[in-house]
């Protein structure tokens, strides 16, 4: 049986233990670095060069829609503009025949031909083909020419063809009796959208006296009409 001093001993060795190991705990977790003084002296280096940028993020989520603005002030009152719808040019001519006309007139209208216009701005191209003829014993001139609603064109200029037969010489006989084809052509401007009576006249030339005049003696006579955009 353990004496009651030894039991004391051990009581107080048990109750010290636990004290000294607490102490040595608290002593170790104080120990000084021994690298602190060694680096505590030293300056800071300079600071590195930055870095590459990063890759780009993945788009966000789409935000919400916001609030819709309100309505603007009201605006003048504009001005009403009526468009021109132009339609595309479609031909537009006519023929006008005759089968041996023999017009022995010297001075009026030798044949006319209705045309309908259809644009007033648009130019008409006439033509006028048959035989003719003048003739007499001292010189004379024939004129054959255009008229349209019984007005000759004067944009440009009037459309005509002259005929001049000299008195010859004595060698030869001026009152030869020659017919040939021979044309009359040009354009006018400036005649209005419509009907249009377009005819062929013959008459005297300026200053000079008037033949025996012939108009589409034998053959075919012809007026041909053609409206052209301007």
């Known amino acids: 049986m353990m004496s009651p001093l030894v039991a004391r001993l051990l009581l107080l060795v ?15 977790g104080y120990r000084k670095d021994p690298d602190a003084d060694k680096f505590g002296s030293c300056l800071q280096g300079p600071a590195g060069t930055s870095g590459r940028d990063g890759n780009p993020g993945a788009n966000g989520i789409p935000g919400t829609p916001g609030i819709p603005g309100r309505d603007g002030l009201k605006g003048e009152k504009g001005e009403c503009i009526s468009e021109i719808f132009e339609e595309p040019w479609r ?37 006028f083909s048959g035989s003719l003829r003048l003739k007499c014993k001292n010189a004379c001139c024939q004129r054959w020419y255009f008229t349209f609603n019984g007005a000759e064109c ?54 000079y006296p008037r033949g025996d005049a012939s108009t589409g003696w034998n053959s075919v006579s012809r007026i041909i009409i053609e409206e052209l955009p301007k």
């Open 14 to 28: 048990c109750l010290a233990l636990p004290l000294y190991g607490v102490e040595k705990v608290r002593n170790r």
């Open 91 to 127: 031909p537009n001519y006519k023929q006008c025949a005759w089968n041996s006309l023999n017009y022995g007139i010297d001075l009026g209208k030798v044949a006319d031909c209705t045309f309908t216009k259809m644009r007033t701005d648009s130019t008409l191209r006439v033509l």
């Open 154 to 207: 004067t944009a440009p200029l009037p459309i005509e063809s002259i005929i001049y037969l000299d008195q010859g010489s004595p060698e030869l006989n001026s009152t030869i009796n020659i017919h040939r084809t021979s044309s009359v052509e040009g354009m006018c401007e400036g005649v209005k959208a419509g009907l249009v009576d377009v005819a062929v006249w013959v008459g005297t030339c300026a200053d």
